[in-house]
């Protein structure tokens, strides 16, 4: 589907099958002497016919295609490398890109390995990296980003794009601001019926620290409309900030709650109220167990920073407990 949200604005839906979120947006901006491309959905068949059959019933002259990737997950960066010329990426995430690309076998069994630590059954989490979209649908191709930090401007179609950090969802996700139409390309650092999967990255020291942070660094940003990754537009950017501040306030509580004795994250994370339909544990899919252990890492990440919990590794696992 192609929607046309202001001259020189397409919204265009890249289907992401079999998965909750539905559509990646990708977001075409310029006019006839350049364009950029907001996202690119995944390295798939279905993801690569829908942006090239979008892009052609706009009519754009792919040599004045230029790309943004707001960060570096499947959904967003799979088909940067092929669709256009020039791809802008964070300079923070394009190194990260690149050592992943240089050892990925070392990447991801640091992560399995981490995974394991936090009570994750060895079983189930092998299995969870065989079926890990991370894996499955990036280009392993190396791409030759041109690089962009936080205040950069990228200047097309008469509209002038700020980039602004927002680490957190992923180590340095990047927004991009039009001040004179207050127009928020948000990625996935804000949406708006769904909150972003906040999870344990290997590069950021307290995920959920960082996120909070980048949501009060957008909070007085003038905006009349959010454009996200995923879901619909809207309006309001401080009320869905504050919306969202709330719900990991509340998580935190139920975190905290849960640590009657030592436990690790894979224990803790059936006590935490997930978005899922479900009445056991056991019946939720290995993937959303996997996103749901991440995000428990990550509150307890965030609760021992604040001095309220602690960490003790106890015969190869990782054990949380209440401060005394």
């Known amino acids: 589907m192609i929607e046309k949200i202001a001259d020189g604005i397409y919204r265009i839906e890249i289907p992401l099958p079999r998965n909750p979120l539905k559509y990646t947006n990708s977001y075409l901006i310029g006019r006839f002497d350049g364009f950029l491309l907001v996202d690119t959905g995944m390295n798939r068949k279905e993801c690569r016919e829908a942006l090239y059959t979008a892009l052609r019933s706009l009519q754009i002259d ?5 790309v943004f ?7 967003h960066i799979g088909l940067a490398g092929e669709v256009g010329g020039e791809v802008f990426f964070s300079k923070t995430e394009s190194e990260i890109v690149r050592k992943m690309l240089d050892d990925p076998s070392g990447y991801w069994e640091t992560i399995l ?29 190396k791409i030759e980003f041109s690089e962009v930090v936080d205040g950069d401007e990228i200047d097309v179609g008469g509209y002038l ?3 602004i950090e927002t680490p957190g969802h992923s180590p340095a996700h990047m927004c991009l601001y ?50 996200p990754g995923h879901r619909r537009l809207w309006y309001d950017l401080r009320k869905r900030i504050d919306e969202i501040r709330r719900h990991h306030r509340a998580r935190l509580v139920e975190t905290l709650a849960a640590l009657d004795r030592p436990k690790t994250a894979w224990e803790i994370a059936p006590s935490i109220t997930w978005d899922l ?27 021992q920073k604040e001095g309220l919990v602690e960490r003790d590794v106890e015969n190869g696992l990782v054990k949380y407990f209440k401060s005394c």
């Open 113 to 141: 390995e981490t995974y394991i630590a936090n009570g994750f059954p060895e079983r189930e989490a092998k299995k969870m990296l065989r079926l890990h979209p991370g894996i499955r649908y990036t280009s392993m191709e």
């Open 69 to 75: 990737i707001t960060h570096l997950h499947a959904d």
């Open 178 to 227: 039009d001040e004179e139409g207050k127009l928020f390309f948000s990625g996935d650092h804000v949406l708006i019926d769904i909150t972003p999967n906040i999870t344990w990255w290997p590069f950021l020291d307290n995920s959920l620290g960082s996120y909070l942070e980048s949501l009060e660094k957008v909070y007085n940003l003038d905006v009349n409309l959010v454009l």
């Open 277 to 303: 339909v479900y009445t056991d544990w056991e019946e939720v899919h290995v993937v959303q167990k996997w996103f749901a252990v991440g995000e428990t890492i990550a509150h307890l990440e965030y609760l």
């Open 62 to 66: 792919f040599s004045k295609l230029s």
């Open 161 to 163: 794009l700020k980039c």
